[in-house]
């Protein structure tokens, strides 16, 4: 269907100048369109906070079948931090231990310090906030990395995942309260709706972590979007996805579901590729119909026309990169989802790589429904390993200018070529970190202006996957 020209520019221009009349605070993160935007992804608590927690679903198994989880707290404050992780096997009674984060620090905890289990879950529970917590799986398939999970919910939605015969997709359902939920879990595939039987009214015990490997429950499907809906307790719903490489793909992802839909989905990260294929996965849970524009902007060149599909009720619509217009192989982008009739969608961009692109791997991860001023990156890279990325985004309409911070020695350490930094009105740049900061790892913290999206990619130097997630922004 080719898109209607004129009245999409027209919402395109609308949509900047509403962005900067927005009134935001100093660090408050502002919806990129309305207001289920605040709750459909994680975002630190203030320094000023009395207490914060956080939630972290997913582990893998390592190769001695022990829950292969860490967990890196990264203190973003000039006031030091104190509490508790407690880790919850899927086997066992949980274990709690101390916890103590310096100002500026960021400290990394593995399960198997704690619990001699499969699978796992951690919480986190500290005496203030300004703090971000992230959680990582490495097995012999590959690494995975997500935010957690700052509050629980009674749902949760991801757009995209595969049961296809390369693949094992696995729900992480974590229940870190002293009373059992009751769940119901369905799907939107490229087949039509699924509701498993034994998906409907599922138990999930009090203080639990509860695995579901969906290619036993599913039929095979090129794609499953997921509702996970709790009739009575709330939860934390991680997705872990692999490949066995028989189809070309490989590695190993790990992702935080929504716990809401959202008007709008920002992605800094984009490039077009030869060996490299993106697409967005666009997930209606809702009961109406939504009509979805998704806009593409190149770091040069011209600005394709947004690409515009309707997103049936309760179903979800794939859109590949390859339909936007004009842009030449090469050239790196920002995209962003957006709907236009008022309807909340999830919104998924997957990558597919293989050569002769100079990297193996399949990642899929939820855009940012929000922009902000302060944004909290806990986990870097170990030294050598890594290929890092940071790319900042200004999804506005007026320039701002950003700096990048490292926590390290008990200090916030300024990255010299990275200070005050201009960002032209919806202009990108993306920093590859060993080009700009020698001593790995590192939290980060981006602070700017005015409103921007951070997004950066940890993905392996040598082995398969990638490994894309997006920041946490600081309320």
């Given amino acids: 269907m080719r898109p209607r020209r004129t009245p999409i520019l027209v919402l395109l221009v609308c949509s900047l100048v509403v962005l900067a009349l927005v009134e935001v605070d100093d660090r408050a993160p502002a919806p990129l369109g309305g207001e289920a935007g605040e709750f459909a992804m994680p975002t630190v608590e203030g320094s000023s906070a009395l207490s914060s927690a956080w939630f972290c679903a997913a582990s893998a198994t390592r190769g001695d079948g022990r829950a292969d989880l860490s967990v890196t707290v990264a203190n973003g404050g000039a006031e030091p931090r104190t509490g508790t992780v407690t880790w919850v096997p899927n086997v066992g009674d949980p274990v709690t231990r101390t916890l103590d984060v310096g100002p500026f620090r960021g400290v990394r905890l593995e399960a198997v310090d704690a619990v001699n289990a499969a699978g796992?879950?951690?919480?986190?529970?500290?005496?203030?906030?300004?703090?971000?917590?992230?959680?990582?799986?490495?097995?012999?398939?590959?690494?995975?990395?997500?935010?957690?999970?700052?509050?629980?919910?009674?749902?949760?939605?991801?757009?995209?995942?595969?049961?296809a015969r390369d693949a094992t997709q696995v729900l992480v359902l974590f229940n870190p309260f002293p009373d059992d939920a009751i769940v119901d879990v369905s799907f939107a595939t490229d087949q039509g709706r699924d509701a498993p039987d034994d998906l409907q009214g599922l138990p999930i015990r009090a203080r639990s972590t509860t695995r579901i490997n969906l290619t036993e429950a599913v039929r095979r499907r090129e794609v499953t979007a997921t509702t996970v809906a709790a009739r009575r307790g709330r939860l934390v719903v991680d997705r872990l996805q692999w490949f066995d490489g028989s189809a070309g793909r490989t590695g190993l992802t790990l992702t935080l579901a929504a716990p809401a839909p959202a008007e709008v989905w920002s992605f800094p990260g984009g490039l077009f590729e030869k060996g490299l294929t993106e697409r967005w996965r666009l997930y209606n849970p809702g009961d109406r119909d939504a009509v979805v524009i998704i806009e593409v902007v190149p770091d040069s060149g011209e600005v394709p026309i947004p690409v515009e599909r309707t997103v049936p009720a309760r179903s979800q619509v794939a859109v590949d990169a390859a339909e936007s217009e004009s842009i030449p192989p090469g050239t790196g982008h920002s995209s962003t989802v957006r709907s236009v009739n008022g309807v909340a969608v999830v919104a998924e961009r997957e990558l597919v790589a293989a050569p002769p692109s100079g990297r193996r791997g399949w990642s899929s991860v939820l855009g940012s429904p929000l922009a902000s001023r302060r944004w909290v990156l806990a986990t870097g890279p170990d030294a050598g390993n890594v290929d890092e990325q940071l790319v900042v985004h200004n999804p506005g309409a007026e320039p701002v200018r950003f700096s990048v911070s490292a926590l390290a020695t008990g200090s916030a350490v300024a990255v010299p070529t990275l200070q005050q930094v201009e960002l032209g009105p919806a202009q990108r740049r993306v920093i590859d970190v060993a080009d700009v900061l020698e001593r790995s790892p590192l939290p980060l913290v981006v602070e700017a202006d005015g409103p921007v999206v951070v997004e950066r990619d940890l993905s392996p130097a040598v082995d398969p996957g990638i490994a894309a997630m997006m920041g946490v922004p600081e309320l």
């Fill in 120 to 163: 796992a879950s951690a919480i986190v529970e500290l005496d203030g906030g300004g703090v971000s917590v992230e959680h990582a799986v490495e097995s012999p398939r590959g690494t995975g990395l997500a935010p957690c999970a700052p509050a629980a919910s009674d749902r949760w939605f991801l757009a995209n995942g595969t049961t």
